[in-house]
């Protein structure tokens, strides 16, 4: 079973400091997709960073990082300099490259940045 | 304009009525879905159309019915609508669903926030 797993239902971290999100995954593939994507309250999902598996090299975006360790099956947010507006859930997610668009996606974990 | 759009935002229903809601994506993509957002906010695919055709349909009860009556549109009928199916359901869209790099990219639109009395 192919399957996410998010330990931390609830973070919080002050405002201008880093935090880390955990995730883990399941899979007997070898060629797959990994994501972290943001659900602030407004609802909308949004794409906050992208990890190809067979790259070796870790994901950036900005603030975001990721910490990607294949045979751990682990799967990392950084967010540094964290900011009043990265309050939200964020989802870890999975997708198995060649199997049509199925996102697998974790508990979410849901961070509060406090001012 | 909005890239992924569902209509409504908001339904609020009694058990037991038939409901739609529609979705309609304005990037010239081939492939839409529909995902389910539980109580618990556990997300989860239920169906994916590439070109109109049914790719994935995830065992979801059959008083769920997606009409794609073109590429750029994707609704999803309930029947008999139950307490269980409160939830919030997005459609998404994707370049195409398998092949080149970028197709793995899903577009959401905003939610549905579907509410069984």
């Known amino acids: 079973a192919q399957t996410v797993t998010q330990s931390q239902p609830e973070m919080s971290v002050q405002e201008a400091e880093t935090v880390t999100l955990s995730c883990t995954y399941d899979?007997?593939?070898?060629?797959?997709?990994l994501f972290w994507y943001k659900q602030p309250p407004s609802r909308q999902m949004i794409l906050v960073i992208r990890?190809?598996?067979?790259?070796?090299q870790n994901a950036t975006e900005n603030r975001f990082s990721v910490n990607f360790q294949k045979a751990a099956k682990s799967f990392s947010l950084k967010i540094s300099d964290s900011q009043l507006g990265d309050t939200a859930m964020y989802f870890c997610?999975?997708?198995?490259?060649?199997?049509?668009?199925?996102?697998?996606f974790g508990q979410g974990t849901e961070l509060s940045v406090k001012p | 304009d909005t890239a992924v759009s569902q209509t409504p935002k908001y339904l609020v229903t009694q058990m037991g009525n038939d409901k739609s809601i529609k979705c309609e994506q304005n990037?010239?993509?081939?492939?839409m879905y529909w995902y389910k957002q539980d109580s618990k906010k556990f997300l989860k695919i239920m169906f994916s159309?590439?070109?109109?055709?049914?790719?994935i349909n995830e065992t979801v009860p059959n008083r769920f019915s997606p009409k794609s009556p073109d590429k750029a549109h994707l609704n999803l009928h309930i029947n008999s609508l139950e307490l269980g199916d409160s939830a919030v359901y997005f459609c998404?869209?994707?370049?195409?669903?398998?092949?080149?790099?970028?197709?793995?990219?899903?577009?959401f639109g905003s939610g549905t926030q579907l509410s069984v009395l």
């Open positions: 998404a869209s994707s370049q195409a669903f398998r092949g080149a790099q970028g197709n793995e990219k899903l577009f």
């Open positions: 899979t007997s593939e070898s060629n797959y997709y």
């Open positions: 990890q190809e598996a067979y790259k070796q």
């Open positions: 997610a999975f997708m198995i490259y060649n199997q049509g668009g199925k996102l697998i």
């Open positions: 990037l010239g993509h081939d492939t």
């Open positions: 159309y590439n070109n109109k055709e049914l790719i």
